[in-house]
């Protein structure tokens, strides 16, 4: 299964649709900021499925900050981040990550691209792909119960 993950595309739809393009991915995560970007995203590309968490600068009171979801049993963690305080350390998230037996802890906010390990768990934000210097988003493929996860630059 290959994976786009997106986050903070701040109202550049187009540039997500180009990922899109590029990657034909099974999945599509988005990670929030702006989550109204990612039902324009759904729209244009129907027959992918899609799973996204509202980020802070988004207004979605009815919607859970973060989900668990399983892939080929790995354990799975989408959230924005900043409510674990991503911004400032990866402490907090390094604590739930633990607790809840993460697998993969997928987090956005700061716009800054990361992959990294801690124990057992890949920290991964695919940072911004909204408009800014260098676009950027994240590709995982997830197969045997394994993980290969890279960020690339939006060309």
Not at 121 to 139: D, H
Request: aromatic fraction near 8%; glycine fraction near 10%; charge should be negative.
């Amino acid at each position: 299964m290959t994976v786009l993950v997106l986050s903070d595309s701040h109202g550049d739809v187009e540039a997500m649709a180009q990922a899109v393009e590029k990657t034909n991915p099974d999945l599509i995560v988005h990670l929030g900021d702006c989550w109204r970007d990612a039902e324009e995203l759904r729209m244009l590309f129907p027959r992918i499925p899609m799973e996204h968490v509202p980020g802070n600068c988004d207004f979605r009171p009815g919607e859970a900050v973060e989900k668990l979801v399983f892939w080929d049993g790995l354990r799975v963690l989408l959230c924005h981040g900043h409510t674990y305080g991503v911004k400032n350390s990866l402490m907090s998230a390094g604590y739930a990550a633990q607790e809840k037996n993460l697998d993969l802890f997928l987090f956005g906010h700061t716009h800054r691209p990361l992959c990294d390990w801690r124990g057992k768990t890949t920290f991964f934000n695919p940072g911004s792909i909204g408009k800014g210097l260098k676009p950027t988003y994240g590709i995982i493929r997830v197969e045997g119960g394994k993980l290969d996860s890279r960020i690339l630059p939006l060309e």
